[in-house]
């Protein structure tokens, strides 16, 4: 009876001891278990945080290829809109040598028709000169021609009724013929010799009756007729160059009212450019051109009038350099919007300003690129002004004596430091 349960009693403490030992292998399957589960639940966490990385990663790569799109886009544009100036520029060269060419060739034609209506003009008014004076002459010679003409017909008249009275004389004293008396006083001439002393005293007289009568031109009437021919051409002529001489001033005066009319609607498109720029440059103020010293368009100065924001409306020439710059530059952007030409060479002009008023410069220069197809070539050493090209030319020494032109497109240079 005693054996039986001290069996049983080993028997549970050997199921104890193995239940023990079963709870221990639990124990440590769990723990190996919650060992597993933790390096499992890390593995996942690390799986989830890696493939947040790559979705995140993902997405930074698609995000890259839309901007990478949108940059090929944007270069494609660019490089059909760099192709056009390209071809555009290209083609400028020579539009602008035909140009030059053509107006070189309409201002030499214009001012050959200039030189010679001045010298048309000159000629003709010498030629009216020495008309008039010619057919004041010739009017001159062929009245005293009339005159000595008429006077030589009183003369003959004169002396022909004075004849005519002294044969009437002589047949009433002497009752004989002039032929008659003639024959009887040359016999008594022959027969009674006349006093030598009176005879030189009638010669005398005589010879001072006629050199009282002057010297008788056979050719007057001729002359005179010849002389008016002449003057009557010289009146045609006279006419002629008239006529002439008021063709060319009325053309004179058209190509003036034309250019009058040209000078005075650019000079207006100017200076409402001018206005509108000064104030934008200077962020305020007032300022206006005008014509100074002649009411002709064509002879007048120009003054400029300018007012910055805070100061007293002034010329040009009493404002500061930097004040000067930038109403210069306004002047020549209010040429450009009326007339723009395919380039523009800025030359230091933002050397005189400070860094607001070249930021103000700037911006400028962008709104006058939108508004125009100009190309502007700004050569400058301020930093900021720099900043603002798409594209920069430098010359550097890489060697003694050795120079080297270095080209930077801005852009491009962006790009490569954002990505």
């Known amino acids: 009876g005693s054996e039986a349960p001290s069996e049983t009693l080993d028997g549970l403490r050997a199921e104890l001891a193995a239940a023990r030992t079963a709870a221990d292998a639990a124990r440590g399957a769990a723990a190996t278990a919650r060992v597993e589960r933790d390096a499992e639940a890390r593995e996942v966490a690390g799986r989830q945080s890696r493939l947040e990385g790559l979705t995140r990663e993902r997405d930074g790569w698609a995000a890259r290829a839309r901007d990478a799109t949108a940059r090929i886009t944007a270069l494609e544009k660019d490089a059909e809109k760099t192709a056009a100036r390209l071809k555009a520029a290209s083609a400028a060269p020579e539009q602008l040598a035909t140009q030059r060419s053509s107006l070189l060739d309409a201002l030499t034609v214009a001012e050959t028709r200039r030189k010679a209506a001045g010298d048309a003009l000159a000629t003709a008014e010498g030629a009216a000169t020495e008309a008039d004076r010619a057919a004041r002459a010739a009017e001159a010679t062929a009245s005293s021609a009339r005159e000595a003409r008429a006077g030589l017909a009183a003369r003959a008249e004169a002396a022909a009724e004075k004849l005519a009275e002294t044969e009437s004389n002589l047949r009433e004293t002497a009752q004989m013929s002039p032929e008659e008396l003639g024959q009887k006083l040359t016999d008594d001439a022959i027969a009674r010799p006349p006093d030598a002393a009176g005879a030189e005293s009638l010669l005398y007289g005589l010879e001072r009756e006629r050199e009282a009568l002057g010297a008788v031109n056979l050719l007057a009437e001729e002359e005179a007729i010849e002389y008016g021919d002449r003057l009557q051409t010289m009146k045609v002529e006279r006419s002629d160059l008239t006529s002439a001489i008021a063709k060319l001033r009325d053309g004179i005066d058209e190509l003036n009212a034309e250019g009058r009319e040209r000078l005075v609607a650019a000079f207006d498109v100017i200076n409402d450019n001018f206005k509108s720029l000064f104030e934008a440059l200077f962020g305020g103020g007032q300022a206006e051109l005008k014509l100074v010293e002649s009411d002709d368009p064509l002879e007048a100065g120009l003054e400029i009038y300018a007012c ?6 002034a010329v040009m020439s009493l404002m500061s350099g930097g004040e000067q710059a930038l109403t210069a530059a306004a002047l020549i952007f209010a040429v450009f919007l009326a007339n723009p030409a ?20 700037c911006r400028m220069l962008d709104e006058m690129r939108k508004r125009t197809d100009t190309r502007f070539i700004v050569i400058t050493h301020n930093p900021v002004t720099m900043s603002r090209m798409d594209r920069l030319y430098g010359v550097t020494m890489p060697e003694r004596g050795v120079s080297q032109l270095v080209s930077v497109d801005l852009s491009q240079a962006e790009e490569i430091v954002a990505a």
Do not use: I, M, Q, T
């Open 308 to 313: 910055p924001p805070g100061k007293r409306l």
């Open 342 to 361: 395919p380039v523009c060479v800025l030359d230091e002009v933002d050397a005189p300003l400070d860094d607001a008023n070249v930021d103000r410069f």
